[in-house]
């Protein structure tokens, strides 16, 4: 069983970083994923990362909005996911989940993720 619990959401300004944690990474679903939401919409994909066992190469790949501003990171040894978040801007604000799959592939689809963490909350203010 895959239990995912996230942390680091807090209220910040404009411009400011947050550094959002996930703890629960399984070896057998390892494909980590961010998704966000904000009241009355739909889940939206945000990143996701997988590494290679056999030559230990990491596959991670963004939302439009995430390029360049977040980075997706993990610690295996911790068991931990992390989502760096830089230059924040108001519209960052929303419900922050971690998501686990197996499978061969990242997927921006949230239907793929069986397993979800409660959520934290980030709000971007100014």
């Known amino acids: 069983q895959v239990h995912l619990v996230e942390s680091g959401g807090d209220s910040v300004q404009a411009g400011g970083s947050l550094r959002l944690s996930c703890s629960g990474y399984s070896d057998t679903a390892n494909y980590m994923a961010w998704f966000r939401r904000t009241p009355g919409k739909e889940r939206t994909f945000v990143a996701c990362?997988?590494?290679?066992?056999?030559?230990?190469?990491?596959?991670?790949t963004y939302g439009w909005f995430a390029q360049g501003r977040f980075t997706i990171s993990q610690d295996r040894a911790e068991r931990m996911v992390y989502l760096q978040m830089n230059n924040l801007r108001p519209e960052d604000s929303a419900m922050y989940y971690c998501?686990?799959?197996?499978?061969?592939?990242?997927?921006?689809?949230?239907?793929?993720?069986?397993?979800w963490g409660p959520g934290t909350q980030v709000t971007v203010t100014g």
């Open positions: 998501a686990a799959r197996e499978g061969s592939y990242c997927s921006e689809n949230e239907a793929r993720y069986p397993y």
């Open positions: 990362l997988n590494r290679n066992d056999d030559d230990d190469s990491e596959y991670i």
